[in-house]
């Protein structure tokens, strides 16, 4: 439970903006995340590393609570803060409601607790929802990606072929070598050779 509401402050007396960032145990970028916050003038960073399977944010939790009246939470990006729509929206509104203000870099958007929030926000995000969802959706891929890798049952996209290796392919089916075996040595998956062979039809 939060004890004090006194303000922090920097060495300057100027109240200080809490910087929050977020990566997967996968993603490269905490360091531009970092970058960010110290660029837009945080004196103080929350970082969190997660795997994708994870649920709690510890370090959120402590921005939050760190955070006071007047102050601003300064986030890299929408889809560092949440995970969705309506987790943004909650988090959003628990900050403002306790004084706080909220920045998105990327999004050039603050919301406050003297403006009607969640509306506000609301119409910010139809402007962002876009690319919100997008980087989640790849964050997800990359999730199932890395999962199937760990499985050994991920085999990526099909290898596309070249015109020699086209020609290859059409003249050991045609001598009758096996579809499986054609795919073997050219690297492929039989998949692949019937279409191929179908598109030469």
Do not use: W
Not at 20 to 39: F, G, I, M, P, T
Not at 97 to 106: N, Q, W
Not at 163 to 178: N, P
């Amino acid at each position: 439970m939060q004890t004090s509401i006194e303000p922090n402050e920097t060495k300057t007396g100027i109240t200080v903006k809490v910087g929050y960032a977020r990566v997967s145990s996968r993603d490269q970028n905490l360091d531009r995340q970092l970058s960010q916050l110290e660029a837009a003038g945080c004196s103080k960073i929350f970082a969190e590393k997660l795997s994708g399977a994870s649920s709690d944010r510890p370090e959120l939790h402590a921005a939050l609570e760190y955070l006071r009246p007047g102050e601003t939470l300064v986030v890299a990006s929408m889809d560092r803060l949440a995970r969705n729509t309506v987790d943004l929206l909650n988090l959003v509104r628990d900050a403002t409601e306790r004084g706080a203000y909220v920045e998105f870099l990327s999004e050039h958007l603050t919301f406050g607790p003297e403006e009607e929030a969640i509306p506000s926000l609301m119409l910010g995000i139809l402007g962002s929802i876009a690319q919100f969802e997008r980087t989640l959706i790849r964050e997800r891929q990359a999730q199932g990606i890395a999962k199937a890798k760990e499985r050994g049952v991920y085999r990526g996209r099909s290898k596309s072929l070249g015109e020699e290796e086209v020609q290859t392919l059409r003249e050991l089916a045609s001598l009758g070598v096996s579809k499986s075996e054609i795919g073997r040595r050219l690297g492929v998956s039989r998949a692949t050779v019937y279409r191929y062979l179908d598109s030469s039809a």
